[in-house]
């Protein structure tokens, strides 16, 4: 490609010049509440605003009012309070101390109060926590500093180790995104001794069960189709046990029923998914439904393969824009190119493929299709088949990427693992 058609795509879908904020990687989704602003200024309404549209606020209702905390003492002598007030406040003590005590008159018990106010100070910070004040912060305020706060607020400790969801999904179809992300969940499982659950939810012809030599009877179809049911009993129960520390919830891959599901059908199974081990791995068709999108918008971290093609190009393109519109307090998605190198294949360069999308591939792989091929038909993982496969060491670094981790020390030393079992055999035997 030329430099103009590389330039010409980068411009397609026109990233916005603006630099996007920094990532937040230390708040937890915040659980269904009810959140009630009062904002005196239109700069605090906007923060609102955006934090409000920010996936960690998915499940939060959201509203906004005019005016500060003399407005909401108004507002809540007939209405009752929701989980959360938020308040602007420009007022010194003793001013706000008077009006919070007329708002605290017709709090509902339950309710937390969060000020936001213009002076830095200790001993005001201090009296508000006394009268009850749950947080009390200093504008001007970002939407990363109001996640974070409603999160510390709201999600309970005891529950903090929440499951991290990495969707892994392809530019265009059979690039190699399931054979990816399966790969990836051994290594996490593997190196890193750490619990991982893979959701395929390719239902009709996800490929993670023959991928890990597994025949699961029952899986998703069970979990989706019974919401009622879903607890984590019901769960484990539906799950499949494939190697120490990973198990999967596989796709039933029979093509009795049309699988046409809701945005939000897929929620509750991730959700519950997420409680029960650190990470999960979500294996996601490529095609574009508003459960797809959905859960894309809402994993923790989003994966996209392509093939170094010009329609993988473009379809990478548009999805990565999107995501990076969509999750504007998330890291873009990570890039993986697969297939590189295949005989005969005009290709466009990784590095131009790159340029064109604003993002450093997190891994590349050749195209291989006896290595591949043979660990796909045999049940196996790159790692299991071929243990010094370089391949193989890419998963691992590809692991520690997504987990956000330097490199397991367990995923080197395991690639003795088959030696030393063989020694063990012969030792035993
Ligand atoms: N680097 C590679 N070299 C050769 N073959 C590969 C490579 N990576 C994956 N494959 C093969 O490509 C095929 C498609 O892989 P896979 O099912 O993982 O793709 P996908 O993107 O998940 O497809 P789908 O769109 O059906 O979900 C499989 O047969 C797999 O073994
Ligand atoms: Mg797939």
């Not at 659980?31 to 996936?55: G, K, N, Y």
């Not at 000020?115 to 006394?130: C, F, M, P």
């Not at 009795?256 to 809701?262: K, M, P």
Request: glycine share 8%.
């Amino acid at each position: 490609m030329s430099d103009a058609d590389i330039q010409a795509l980068s411009d397609i879908g026109g990233s916005s010049a603006e630099d996007p904020p920094a990532p937040i990687t230390d708040a937890r989704p915040v659980p269904r509440i009810t959140i009630q602003a009062f904002c005196e200024s239109p700069e605090l309404v906007d923060v609102i605003d955006a934090a409000a549209a920010d996936r960690r606020m998915a499940r939060a209702q959201v509203k906004v009012h005019g005016g500060g905390v003399a407005a909401a003492a108004e507002f809540y002598r007939e209405a009752a309070t929701p989980n959360l007030i938020v308040v602007e406040a420009k007022l010194a003590m003793p001013q706000l101390e008077a009006e919070l005590d007329r708002l605290a008159d017709v709090t509902d018990p339950g309710t937390r109060v969060v000020v936001i106010g213009s002076i830095n100070d200790v001993e005001l910070y201090r009296g508000l926590i006394q009268r009850g004040v749950s947080e009390y912060l200093v504008a001007p305020v970002d939407v990363a500093g109001i996640i974070r706060t409603i999160s510390g607020l709201f999600v309970e400790q005891q529950d903090a180790p929440i499951g991290r969801t990495i969707a892994f999904v392809g530019a265009k179809g059979g690039v190699g995104s399931s054979t990816i992300a399966h790969n990836v969940a051994w290594s996490i499982a593997r190196g890193f001794e750490s619990e991982v659950v893979v959701v395929d939810l390719d239902l009709a012809f996800g490929t993670a069960g023959l991928d890990y030599n597994k025949d699961p009877t029952q899986g998703i179809a069970e979990a989706v189709n019974a919401p009622e049911r879903l607890d984590d009993n019901f769960f484990d129960r539906l799950l499949a046990r494939c190697t120490d520390n990973l198990s999967l919830l596989a796709a039933p891959a029979t093509l009795d029923n049309a699988y046409d599901f809701g945005e939000f059908a897929f929620e509750p199974v991730i959700e519950i998914a997420q409680t029960g081990v650190p990470t999960v791995i979500l294996d996601v068709p490529h095609m574009w439904t508003s459960w797809v999108r959905k859960t894309l918008f809402g994993a923790d971290e989003v994966v996209v393969t392509a093939e170094p093609d010009l329609a993988n190009l473009r379809n990478a393109k548009n999805l990565v824009d999107l995501m990076r519109q969509e999750r504007r307090n998330d890291a873009p998605p990570r890039l993986v190119v697969n297939k590189v190198g295949l005989a005969k294949r005009p290709e466009i360069g990784v590095n131009d493929l790159s340029q064109a999308l604003g993002l450093e591939p997190i891994a590349t792989f050749p195209f291989d299709g006896q290595l591949f091929g043979t660990a796909s038909n045999n049940g196996q993982m790159i790692a299991e088949l071929e243990p010094k496969n370089p391949n193989a060491d890419t998963f691992d670094r590809m692991a520690a990427s997504v987990l956000g981790r330097a490199e397991a020390k367990g995923a080197r030393r395991s690639l003795l693992a088959p030696l030393l079992e063989q020694l063990r055999g012969k030792k035993a035997g």
